[in-house]
């Protein structure tokens, strides 16, 4: 059987996907399983075990098509569920199952605030796709997995770092979904331990802004370094402190204390940090903390974020408590550890 399964973004998201292709691959020993990503996230993809080959979408979708067409799928498994994939599905002309997005349910929460969202995590619901062909959850978690071949070294980060740091991740989709510069100052202040920052070339010039009130603690190793390199410098974190976003995800996957922190979105939608079988309401405290403002009644506004505040005050991130933030950053250190970066 040759199975097609489609997610072509973004970080987090196609992250999320990867216990379903595990699942599949190995409840289902006569599935060859292929992935189709856009051209940008193959490196997270690049090294899965479970994944016989990869596709790419890169400007012409057209084009993407005609070379799936070749491959004669059996079954296409749509984890994306859009205009796209319903062009992608359409051109194979195979069975296919797509997992439902609640749209709707999403639409009256961040307008009504009546929350009718499932208290389960993405991932299962993503299972929901798959339902049909046996395949069950195994409460593993995520996967991530890095290449052999160009590993992080001591060289990489300041020697300061290398016993161990806390990972702040500053980066984020929209800028309601980040925490503010002062906010992350603030924090800076507070954690008595190394810092990392981490996020994205378009992230340089804040992480420099925070970086600069003292270079020795805090690194700015933001834009200096690919996804996989990144990724890597999320594992040999001890603990993560991290927006909503694709490297919260991650840390997730190599089952980091992660402090989320959430603005505009709200983890009811399912994206919050998953290890296994855990729920939003029963979630694995020893793992996960989840900073949000839920009394403020203009919480959650967007499923995805704006550029600004809808209300020009941004309370969902500048009134959440970094007092409370570092107190849960020391007790994570104080009961984990991580191999030293050699």
């Known amino acids: 059987m040759k199975v097609l399964v489609i997610r072509f973004s973004s970080i987090g998201d196609i992250v999320l996907t990867t216990p379903v292709v595990r699942c599949l691959k190995q409840q289902r020993p006569d599935a060859e399983v292929h992935y189709l990503t856009k051209m940008t996230f193959g490196p997270l993809l690049n090294n899965n075990p479970y994944i016989d080959k990869l596709h790419y979408l890169q400007d012409d979708l057209q084009e993407a098509i005609e070379e799936l ?5 059996d079954l296409v498994i749509d984890l994306h569920n859009n205009l796209r994939t319903l062009r992608v599905k359409r051109a194979l002309k195979v069975q296919s199952y797509a997992f439902q997005k609640l749209n709707i349910k999403k639409w009256l929460l961040t307008n009504f605030k009546i929350d009718l969202m499932p208290d389960k995590s993405i991932v299962e619901r993503y299972f929901e796709a798959v339902r049909p062909l046996g395949i069950n959850n195994d409460g593993k978690g995520l996967d991530y997995f890095l290449p052999e071949h160009k590993r992080i070294g001591n060289k990489d980060v300041p020697m300061s770092h290398w ?3 806390v990972g702040f991740v500053i980066g984020g989709s929209y800028n309601t979904k980040k925490l503010p510069v002062e906010q992350w100052k603030k924090l800076c202040e507070l954690v008595p331990y ?3 920052l981490l996020g994205g070339k378009e992230d340089i010039d804040e992480g ?3 970086a600069l009130q003292d270079p020795v603690k805090i690194y700015n190793s933001c834009g200096k370094f690919s996804i996989n390199e990144s990724a890597e410098l999320v594992k040999h ?6 927006n909503d976003t694709g490297l919260m995800h991650v840390a997730a996957a190599f089952q980091k204390p992660v402090i989320s922190l959430w603005g505009n979105t709200s983890p009811e939608m399912g994206m919050f940090p998953y290890y296994g079988f855990n729920n939003l309401k029963d979630r694995v405290a020893m793992q996960s903390v989840i900073m949000e403002r839920k009394e403020l009644s203009c919480h959650p506004c967007s499923k995805l974020g704006y550029d600004k505040c809808p209300k020009k005050h941004f309370n969902c991130m500048n009134e959440l408590d970094m007092n409370t933030v570092a107190e849960q950053v020391k007790k994570f250190w104080a009961i984990t550890t991580t191999k030293p970066i050699s």
């Open 69 to 73: 067409r070749k491959e004669k799928f």
């Open 163 to 165: 016993s161990g740091y």
């Open 194 to 196: 190394p810092i990392l």
């Open 208 to 210: 420099m802004d925070i």
């Open 237 to 242: 974190a001890r603990v993560i402190v991290s």
